[in-house]
């Protein structure tokens, strides 16, 4: 009897092993790119699963010789059946079995993950839905490579999935590599090993055969082939070390996350600091909030302002020369802090506005409450000043915990020989001249950094005296303008309180190349310091001065004097050598107050990108949804497709080749069922043949059936060929079919499920049920029936 001639020779072991595994290592070699964008390996589980998972999709797929549907329709039962405890775990119950927020995240994952990512600064938190990305990616990557691998006969196409993963994890993932030189070197001997293996296995391309020769000359052909192939690893690996070695180590690599913009713009909110004196003036004796856990020393941090338009001290939005950058929150903000770690817990009471009171390096920020998803998908934190956002507004009753890091105290012994950090930060314009020659000598006898920020401060806080300018107050103009710091360190005495001098001497410090900014919170009074709970007021607010120094970090000072540091007639005298007063003209009208003139350019196109990219992210997401409702809504025909490819191929691979021409006949018939042919269950392939023949005008069914049961009932097996040519003409037949019937008629007979039922339990079931219907006709009014002679005949209305 002959081997079947259409059923796929059967893979080797070694073919199993070698393709699966070489899958593996490229695909996870490629995905470990993911190390700095999580800052460690927090994602290996997902992707190891994800991997795992693609591997037995195609493995089982390529065994059973099932097609592409039915491939794919596995992949998406993975992926929501083992997304939940591979990628999303804390939405999951128990962490495994999927609930309705786990479903409601899978589904929308492949449209919205990438997004998140993007729009998030690394490092991105696991637990923030960030491990969908290399989950997914894990998952359809080895699903389409190995396939592609298991079932060609080159391995050429499976390795353009594997090189796209390697590309994408690039783009999706930071400017810093993660292994660049083990990570190319690995993938690029795999993929020359996985060639070479493949081609030196495939028995058509041997050149001699190997049975034609001297066993011995075999042997060391074989060793030839594997020392060759060994040299060629060798000096591609060579190449790839030697290629790393003179490559330019500054060149930076671009990622889509340097062009994906935050949709967040801080210019959008004025500076808390303009409201400083409305602040104590209304709200001195209100409760704004609560903060307990607050350590001795430490202040609750509203704002830092690092930029200055002569006009107002702004918090800045991360430009090109900002040390800021804004981000949604996220769990481990700051991985590298150092110091004490603490849980502030803050509740809110009369306090309103988007600024949010935090303190130290803040890790994480978790709301509770009513509120709590509204605030957390509305705040923005930005690591580098600690300064977080709320775009819904704090309002009466929110309530919230901080985890934070408070840093050491560092005295100024510590700091005798260190240097200030460097540190990007906007450019000042529209400063008083005279601050310039009065920092250039305020420092000009300091010997070290230290000495020189203690100088400026001590200048301010011992020469200046203290008032907020309220009621029975010394006059002092509320303002931090280039006019009013012109004022307080030219005229006669320096009078004002924490807004005036904290802008005067950032404003100074910068001057002489000092890093300094503005910050703005709320911290108690000495004697109150430490206690279990910090009721802040508007009594409490102040503003204070930060410096950067190198590997230390930002440390405060403060500028302003005293108090009880006020005038009266002994101290009203002038200053020493008082320096001459130079007002300086108001900025010109026409240059808005929060644009200041370096920067319009850049921020007008900073706005078309970010609309840009606005609107292509919508019709993404559009399109995503969309495809997604039209793939649910698709999935029905899918699987009667793939049900009906799936009972072909069976029929056609049947070992016996009788057994194939019969499931050809069968083929044929099931075809007919669909476009509408009437067979009566248990009838010849001729009398079948003879009703597909009335009904739907295939005179050739007939001279097929009588083939068909001369092939099966023969006193030999079919011939290979006689089988391809029996499908064949069945194939012609059905063809034909379908050309005579319009469009709608073929799609209908496409998705009919009448040849799938047909014989089944649910097949007769629906014969029994339409019979009794036709039963309960019978028996209704109008039919007329003589009940007196049980043989008369039953006289019933035709129905034409």
Known sequence: MSAPATAAPALPLRRWILDLGATAVLVLVALVGFWPTFAGPSFLPAAVGGLLLGLGVAAVSAWRRWGILIIAGLTIVAYFVFGGALALPHTAIAGVIPSLETLQKLALGPVTAWKQMLTTVAPVAAADDHLLVPFLLAL??????????????????????????????????????????VQGLVFAIGAIAWLALRQLWAPQNSAISVSEIDPSRAAQM?????????????????????????????????????????????????????????????????????????????????????????????????????????????????????????????????????????????????????????????????????????????TGGDTYTVDTVMPAEIDDDQLAEVDFGKVAQPKQSNVPEELTTLAAETVADAESPIEQVRALETMLSDGGFFSHGLQGEVLSRAGHTAERISTLVGGDQMIGDDEQYSVAMALLAREVGIPARVVMGYYPEEEDAGEAEFEATGDDVHAWVEVNFDGIGWLTFNPTPPEDQVPNDQNTKPRVDPKPQVLQPPPPPQEPVDLPPTLPDDRKSEDEVLNILGILGLILAVGGVTLAILAILASPFIVIGAWKAARRRSRRNAARTSDRISGGWDELTDRAVDYGARLAPGGTRVEEAAIVADSLAVPRATALAERADAEVF?????????????????????????????????????????????????????????????????????TIENTNTPTAPTVESETP
Do not use: C
Not at 286 to 305: D, E, N, S, W, Y
């Open 714 to 782: 023969g006193p030999t097996e079919p011939r290979p060929e006689d089988v391809e040519a029996f499908w064949a003409e069945v194939d012609e037949i059905v063809g034909g079919l379908g050309a005579e019937a319009g469009f709608w008629k073929r799609w209908k007979a496409r998705i009919s499920l009448r040849s799938l039922l047909g014989g089944t339990a649910v097949s007769r079931g629906l014969q029994g049920l339409k019979e009794a219907a036709a039963a309960r006709v019978r028996r209704e009014p109008g």
């Open 140 to 181: 359809v990557a080895s699903v389409t490579t190995a396939s592609l691998a298991l079932r060609l006969p080159s391995v050429t196409w499976a390795l353009i999935p594997a090189g796209l993963v390697l590309i994408l994890v690039i783009a999706l993932g930071t400017p810093e590599p993660a292994f660049p030189l």
């Open 222 to 394: 074989r060793m030839r082939r594997l020392l060759a192939g060994a040299a060629v690893l060798a000096v591609a690996a060579g190449a790839g070390v030697a290629g790393s070695a003179v490559a330019s180590p500054g060149e930076t690599r671009h990622v889509f996350r340097d062009v994906i913009i935050p949709p967040f713009d801080i210019r959008d909110y004025p500076s808390p600091l303009q409201a400083f004196r409305k602040n104590v003036r209304d709200d001195a004796d209100k409760t704004l909030f609560t903060v307990r856990g607050l350590p001795k020393g430490a202040r609750m941090r509203i704002a830092v302002m690092d930029q200055y338009d002569g006009m107002v001290y702004n918090v800045t939005d991360g430009g090109p020369e900002s040390s800021s950058a804004f981000t949604p929150l996220r769990s481990n903000m700051a991985p590298d802090a150092e110091g004490i770690p603490v849980t502030l817990q803050v509740e809110i009471d009369e306090y309103a506005g988007v600024w949010v009171p935090d303190a130290g390096a803040v890790s994480q920020i978790s709301f509770t409450g009513d509120r709590a998803e509204e605030l957390r998908r509305g705040t923005f934190y930005n690591p580098d000043t600690g300064t977080a956002v709320a775009t819904t507004r704090l």
